[in-house]
């Protein structure tokens, strides 16, 4: 959804309720303490329910609709968090929370703060964080990547002096060619660590090539009982594609993180950049979703 049919289809907090009422529960209200059904409408206040189960504590609770989800005890309004969210989703290399603050709340909300701005965006950025995606499947392309600059570049009280990609934080993604990505932080480019990564987020019964370039850390991947079919793309002797081997796509999702973060956020902090990488994967694999709105609200 576009910024504008935001603005027009949720004017008010009511229509923005009932919408998020309806991602979250569309089978019917369910207690988000006990995940009961037995739950009744308090008319006196709209959008909110008591829970009649016997198993749930306390007894007879009473929630709302933003009840155990990121818009609970918020500051503003649903509507003002609904453009914030499109704005976000409609941003293929993100939008920094200075440039929220000057679209969604300058007009109407000119005291709010920059931080006040910047943890909204982060607490969306928590809801794209899912741990539970499909294990890739076909032709896979498996790579790393460093963010961040050099350690040589920075100021003497802040060199990290450790060796690797000149200090700089690394990560290590998946994609399939017909599927998803999925990239994570990690401390280690070992045998193990890349290994581990491979395994968990490929299909071994239905991947049909895992393409990686020549780092030796996945020299074992086609070995053992687990072995996959691995082929190696060899970039240090110029070769780049070989058949149906290369790491291209992976790699244009690096080119899109990074210029993100360049462009954009300028510096993402290493506590900070998995939440990063969850709203640039979360919205790459949901990039021809045209209900990735909802999708969002579903997941708060």
């Not at 009649?52 to 007879?60: E, F, S």
Request: positive net charge; aromatic residues 10%.
């Amino acid at each position: 959804m576009t910024i504008r049919e935001v603005i027009r289809q949720f004017p008010d907090e009511d229509t923005c309720k009932r919408f998020l009422a309806e991602c979250r529960w569309p089978n019917g209200v369910r207690c988000p303490r006990c995940d009961g059904e037995k739950v009744y409408a308090l008319h006196a206040r709209p959008f909110h329910w008591i829970c009649k189960n016997t198993g749930c504590k306390p007894a007879n609770y009473r929630f709302s609709v933003t009840a155990g989800t990121i818009f609970e005890n918020k500051k503003y309004p649903l509507r003002i968090w609904f453009q914030v969210a499109a704005l976000i989703l409609n941003a293929k290399k993100g939008i920094s929370a200075l440039q929220l603050k000057r679209d969604v709340f300058d007009d109407e909300y000119p005291t709010a703060s920059y931080e006040t701005v910047w943890y909204m965006a982060h607490r969306l950025r928590a809801a794209m964080d899912s741990q539970d995606f499909r294990a890739l499947v076909g032709q896979v392309e498996v790579d790393e990547t460093g963010i961040g600059g050099k350690d040589k570049n920075r100021h003497w009280n802040k060199k990290q002096h450790i060796t690797g990609m000149s200090g700089k934080t690394t990560v290590i993604g998946a994609i399939g060619r017909k599927g998803n990505v999925v990239c994570q932080m990690i401390e280690q480019t070992d045998t193990p660590t890349l290994d581990h990564f491979v395994h968990k987020v490929v299909d071994k019964e239905k991947v049909e090539l895992v393409a990686t370039d020549e780092h030796p850390g996945y020299r074992l991947l086609a070995e053992g009982p687990d072995g996959l079919p691995h082929q190696v793309i060899r970039h240090s002797a110029g070769e780049y594609v070989r058949g149906e081997v290369h790491t291209n796509n992976i790699e244009n999702f690096w080119s899109l993180l990074k210029r993100g973060i360049i462009g954009n956020f300028h510096h993402v902090s290493k506590k900070y950049l998995p939440l990063y990488l969850a709203e640039f994967s979360w919205r790459f694999n949901n990039r021809d979703n045209s209900e990735a709105f909802r999708a969002l609200l579903s997941s708060v």
